[in-house]
Nanobody
């Protein structure tokens, strides 16, 4: 299975972006999807996740109310709607899937290649 993340870019503060992640080469039944980000010089951290069984969503405190994750099972894709972007949202964003907890990065089975989001003030 391969994950392909897209939708990143360079925008002004206050703008919106929508990231997408598409899976190919297999199905991802019973996998939880998540987005992570890695800011310059920082470790990669959890941003948002959605459970496979009930679509329950989970967000990091820093993006709650600002970002929204959604999933299209039929298309095997997940999206991250990012609104009111701030310079501190600048990062490489990664999609990933796991059958376990969102927060254990070592449990993730597949990762996308990352897409760069740059927010200027």
């Amino acid at each position: 299975v391969q994950l392909q993340a897209s939708g990143g870019g360079q925008v002004q503060a206050g703008s919106s972006l929508r990231l997408s992640c598409a899976a190919s080469g297999g199905t991802l039944d019973r996998y939880n999807w998540a987005w992570f980000r890695q800011r310059p010089g920082k470790e990669r951290t959890f941003v948002a996740g959605i459970l496979w069984r009930n679509s329950l969503r989970n967000y990091s405190d820093s993006v709650t109310g600002q970002f929204a994750i959604s999933r299209d099972n039929a298309k095997n894709t997940v999206s991250l709607q990012m609104n009111s972007l701030k310079p501190e949202d600048t990062a490489v964003y990664y999609c990933a899937v796991t059958r376990h907890s969102f927060y254990n990065q070592r449990s993730y089975a597949y990762w996308g290649q990352g897409t760069q989001v740059t927010v200027s003030s």
